[in-house]
C-alpha cells in the first residue's frame, strides 16, 4: 500500500508563488507514476502534471510554462513548483500514485492512491 501526504499549500497573491510537496511511503518513488490534480470547487479533478516511473514528464496546457514538477528519490518525495500564480489557479491540489501511467497520466481512475489535498488560494 503506497500512502502519500501533501503539504505547502496556502494563499498568496496573483503574480507570485508557491512549492507543494508530496511524501510517499510504502513504495520507492522512482518506481512509481505519481502526478499533481487540483480540483475547484463544484468540478471534477484534473490533471496537472506527472512523472512516469521512466522519468517522462507531462504537463496540462493550462500550466505547462508556469508551474515545475521534480522530484527527490533519496526522500521519496514529489514537488510542484507554482510560479506566475492566478486566480484561476485557486483549487484543492492532490498528489496521487500508481504503477505505471503511459497515456492515462490525466486520468484520476489510473492512480491508486491520493492525498488528504492542500487548498491554494491566490488573490488578486
Known amino acids: 500500500q503506497v500512502t502519500v501526504v501533501e503539504s505547502g499549500g496556502g494563499s498568496v497573491q496573483s503574480g507570485g508563488s508557491l512549492k507543494l510537496s508530496c511524501t510517499t511511503s510504502g513504495w520507492t518513488r522512482s518506481r512509481l507514476c505519481m502526478g499533481w490534480f487540483r480540483q475547484f470547487q463544484g468540478e471534477k479533478r484534473e490533471a496537472v502534471a506527472s512523472?512516469?516511473?521512466?522519468?517522462?514528464?507531462r504537463y496540462a496546457d493550462s500550466v505547462n510554462g508556469r508551474f515545475t514538477i521534480s522530484d527527490a528519490n533519496a526522500v521519496n518525495s514529489l514537488y510542484l513548483q507554482m510560479t506566475t500564480l492566478v486566480p484561476e489557479d485557486t483549487a484543492l491540489y492532490y498528489c496521487?500514485?500508481?504503477?505505471?501511467?503511459?497515456?492515462?497520466?490525466?486520468?484520476?481512475?489510473?492512480?491508486?492512491?491520493w492525498g488528504q489535498g492542500t487548498q491554494v488560494t491566490v488573490f488578486s
Open positions: 512523472i512516469d516511473s521512466d522519468g517522462r514528464i
Open positions: 496521487a500514485a500508481t504503477w505505471a501511467c503511459g497515456n492515462g497520466w490525466s486520468d484520476p481512475g489510473v492512480y491508486t492512491s
